[in-house]
């Protein structure tokens, strides 16, 4: 079953319920897990493997700027691991949060480190959640859940 993508199975609209949601993870096999868990509830996934490549993917790269500014506006969610080499969730989160154009983006920060000051830091910052790894299936429904605003 694998090899389709979500997208596939969308071919005559465009977003219904669909959300499109940019998973950010160094570690392949957390970025399968985030990417598996997201499409098993319907979510459209596009994956970075670091913060700069996420920044670029949503025209904040430094020379990119035109070419991606489609996608700005066709991310609903971006969810990040904290703990990255080159740049760290938490500054993408800011980065994010003081652009005009992303900063009404929900982000979601994801750890394997259950740090209060660490949490607390990322929630002041603007951050939706903070969700602990390895991601279950069951965070992942209250993340959509979340994201279209249902209540549980």
């Known amino acids: 079953m694998d090899g389709g993508s979500v997208e596939d199975a969308m071919v005559g609209g465009g977003y ?17 897990l985030v990417e598996r868990l997201l499409k098993n509830s319907s ?3 596009t994956t970075a493997e670091n913060g700069l490549r996420a920044l670029e993917y949503l025209g904040l790269g430094d020379e990119k700027r035109t070419a991606l500014e489609d996608n700005v506006s066709k991310v609903n ?14 500054e993408l989160l800011k980065k994010i949060k003081e652009s005009s154009s992303l900063k009404e983006i929900p982000v979601v920060i994801m750890s394997s480190e259950n740090i209060p000051t660490r949490i607390n830091k990322c929630l002041e910052e603007g951050a939706q959640m903070f969700m602990l790894k390895p991601l279950k299936q069951s965070d992942v429904a209250k993340l959509r859940c979340n994201l279209m605003n249902c209540r549980s």
């Open 77 to 90: 969610l971006i969810i990040t691991d904290y703990c990255m080499p080159g740049m760290t969730g938490y």
């Open 16 to 32: 219904t319920d669909e959300p499109h949601v940019l998973a950010v993870d160094d570690n392949l096999i957390d970025r399968k």
């Open 43 to 45: 979510c459209k996934v």
